[in-house]
């Protein structure tokens, strides 16, 4: 299954999609939909050559970062593993599935979606993340 997005010949030097998520590739093909995970679990299906993915990128990586132990996040390339994209039946990349803490898909977004929106979709789900603290300027 190849997925084909109309800016993807228009692709320009970006950091590797793969470098800023580093650490949250999908390494077990049933990750997505495994029932015995005890946290809600966002996967962003998409491509690390994908314009609209490579924007994904860097708020998935701070969602990792800002949310950890509360929320898992997985990105899995489509491109390079097509069958993942055919068993979570992708349509259009980016997509980012919304689970929660039992396995069971909640909603469902294709295209970017900003990291207000998705945190703002976990509350609409009834999960209620704790802000990370500020930081301090000092």
């Known amino acids: 299954?190849?997925?084909?997005?109309?800016?993807?010949?228009?692709?320009?030097?970006?950091?590797?999609?793969?470098?800023?998520?580093?650490?949250?590739?999908?390494?077990?093909?049933?990750?997505?939909?495994?029932?015995?995970?005890?946290?809600?679990?966002?996967?962003d299906l998409g491509a690390d050559k994908c314009i609209p993915c490579k924007m994904m990128a860097p708020i998935l990586a701070d969602l990792k970062k800002s949310y950890a132990g509360q929320l898992e996040v997985v990105f899995i390339d489509v491109?390079?593993?097509?069958?993942?994209?055919?068993?979570?039946?992708?349509?259009?990349?980016?997509?980012?599935?919304?689970?929660?803490?039992?396995?069971?898909e909640r909603f469902r977004h294709e295209g970017f979606m900003a990291k207000k929106d998705i945190l703002a979709k976990w509350r609409e789900l009834g999960v209620e993340l704790t802000s990370p603290p500020a930081s301090d300027p000092h």
């Open 1 to 43: 299954m190849k997925f084909n997005h109309p800016l993807r010949s228009l692709l320009v030097p970006f950091v590797s999609l793969a470098m800023l998520v580093s650490g949250i590739q999908a390494g077990d093909a049933k990750e997505g939909m495994d029932s015995r995970r005890s946290l809600p679990r966002l996967v």
């Open 79 to 104: 491109w390079k593993n097509s069958e993942e994209g055919k068993r979570h039946e992708v349509r259009i990349i980016p997509t980012q599935i919304f689970y929660d803490a039992s396995g069971k």
